[in-house]
């Protein structure tokens, strides 16, 4: 910034046209030739003789009548003030007046800490004597230099100015700029989360975010972005690390995230095993058990009918679905169809010519020892010649006492499942069965037992007849038999005599027929007089599985 040169005041001599020797001389004074811009209003401090007039050359300075100059009005520059006294002479003073000093600062308003403002620097504007520079109203440099580095390692806000001083009058004309505003950002947070820690196969997981601030993100994989993923939330289906980083409203980036590793985990496979099987008999159950394979255990059902163990069983028709999740959440899947038939298993017939009598005295056939196990079914047709207040027993056991029994005398029928000595946990009354007994007609009988449960069919022209009890007792207990129509020797013990009358087809399984077995035994057998006919244990066309033991009674 420069100034033009200043004269020096020279007082009007007598010598000087318009000027007398012997009169006053005319003298004009101001306190100093140079002004800066921002100056006060100059006066004359001299301007004698009195009566004079003011004159200000060239234009562009404000001067007044009174020799007053507004140096906020003028243009700078070099300018001559000049006082006429008439009849006297005149007298002249430099007035010298300074541009302006341009206080702009320029630069970057804000920025993120950790990372320099672009521009790194706020700049004034260059050309000036000397710079100051302020923080917050406190002086952080000082010298020749027009710019600063402000910092950038704390967060915050903070206001900066410069002071500018021109010498270039001889004097330090000086001025302030503005407060510049400089804001250092803080950086968002991000984390990153997944609570499986992967994704099952076939499948996908999805990791969340946790941020301060910000709602443009970045995702990066093995430290690779992924393009287009700006979401807050990513969805995978591939293994590795992820990352992220997200930006705020005033393009401040975080710094990199957590790193999650995601896997693939295997799923589970399940299968579905059904016993007896699909089709069971209306009235009768099927356990439907849910086998699962691979994944990790351990393992969570849930079946359709809102059971959540692993296996469930079931009555009716429908459709059964169970569910199967793992350790890592990972699921599968498998139905089975149930269908309740009320039809008798299909059999095939074979003659049947012959029975075996008993007397109710010493009659009875030895089968050696029969063990069928804690399910299991025994079958057989009889006829009992008497009836009212006899006892007769069908099957015994000389040793574990497996018997059931009819007693007539008091309208009951038992069944018995004991081990060691008989105690009163052994035995249950089925007097719904006892009192459908038929004396001098054939029945058909039927004891089915599975675990602690034993139904007792009873069929005959009567109609057909069931009746179930539970025992826990008999949870754990084999139904076996070593007698037919006894249960020791040949008379019995403690009033259970042998059975008098006739028995025929007598049959035994290591398993539990359902009742529509039962039904197909019974109804391919027939006691017609003369041509009875009996089902065909060994048919190999049939669902029933052969008994393990089988006496026609006098049938080959």
Do not use: H
């Amino acid at each position: 910034m420069s100034i033009i040169s200043i004269g020096i005041p020279v007082p009007d001599r007598s010598a000087l046209p318009g000027q007398t020797g012997s009169g006053e001389e005319v003298n004009l004074q101001y306190v100093t030739q140079n002004y800066c811009a921002n100056s006060s209003n100059a006066s004359p401090t001299v301007a004698t003789p009195a009566g004079g007039i003011f004159s200000y050359a060239p234009g562009g300075i404000s001067g007044g009548a009174n020799g007053t100059i507004v140096i906020a009005s003028s243009n700078p520059g070099n300018y001559t003030v000049t006082y006429t006294v008439a009849g006297v002479g005149s007298a002249n003073f430099p007035i010298n007046i300074g541009a302006v000093i341009d206080t702009t600062v320029t630069g970057d308003s804000a920025t993120c800490i950790g990372f320099a403002p672009s521009p790194s620097n706020l700049t004034a504007v260059s050309g000036y004597s000397n710079y100051e520079w302020f923080k917050d109203n406190v002086s952080v440099q000082n010298g020749t230099s027009n710019t600063y580095t402000p910092a950038f390692n704390v967060a915050g806000s903070f206001v900066y100015k410069v002071i500018i001083t021109d010498s270039s009058l001889g004097i330090s004309c000086a001025a302030t700029s503005s407060d510049f505003a400089f804001t250092v950002n803080a950086l968002p947070t991000i984390t990153i989360i997944n609570s499986g820690g992967g994704f099952c196969s076939g499948s996908s997981t999805v990791i969340t975010t946790t941020v301060s601030a910000g709602t443009i993100f970045a995702w990066y994989k093995d430290n690779v972005l992924i393009s287009g993923q700006t979401a807050s939330s990513l969805t995978v289906t591939e293994v590795g690390e992820y990352t992220a980083t997200v930006t705020d409203s005033n393009g401040c980036t975080s710094l990199i995230s957590n790193g999650l590793d995601i896997e693939q985990f295997d799923s589970p496979s399940v299968t579905i095993t059904t016993v007896p099987g699909t089709t069971i008999c209306s009235g009768d159950t099927a356990t439907l058990t849910a086998n699962p394979t691979g994944g990790t255990g351990p393992y969570v059902y849930s079946w359709s009918t809102g059971v959540t163990t692993q296996a469930i069983s079931v009555t009716t028709s429908a459709t059964y679905t169970v569910t199967v999740t793992d350790a890592n959440t990972c699921t599968a899947t498998a139905s089975q169809a149930i269908t309740a038939s009320t039809a008798a298993t299909t059999i095939a017939s074979i003659n049947n010519d012959a029975a075996m009598s008993f007397n109710g005295v010493d009659s009875y056939v030895d089968t050696t020892s029969i063990n069928l196990g804690v399910n299991a079914t025994a079958t057989m047709w009889f006829r009992p010649n008497v009836g009212g207040s006899t006892d007769y027993t069908l099957f015994g056991e000389a040793d574990n006492f497996f018997q059931y029994l009819a007693r007539r005398s008091n309208n009951l029928f038992y069944v018995w499942i004991g081990s060691g000595a008989v105690s009163g946990s052994d035995y249950i009354e089925y007097t719904g069965v006892s009192s459908n007994i038929i004396t001098g007609e054939w029945n058909f009988i039927s004891l089915v037992k599975t675990g602690g449960t034993v139904v007792v069919y009873l069929k005959n022209s009567g109609g057909e007849f069931s009746e179930s009890k539970t025992s826990s007792a008999w949870a754990t207990r084999s139904m076996d038999f070593d007698r037919i129509g006894a249960r020791t020797g040949g008379s019995g013990t403690s009033g259970r005599p042998s059975f008098n009358g006739s028995i025929d087809e007598v049959a035994a399984w290591s398993t539990s027929l359902s009742s529509c077995d039962i039904k197909g035994i019974y109804e391919a057998t027939t006691t017609v007089s003369g041509q009875p006919k009996s089902a065909n244990l060994l048919d190999a066309n049939t669902t029933i599985p052969a008994p393990v033991y089988w006496n026609r009674m006098g049938d080959s």
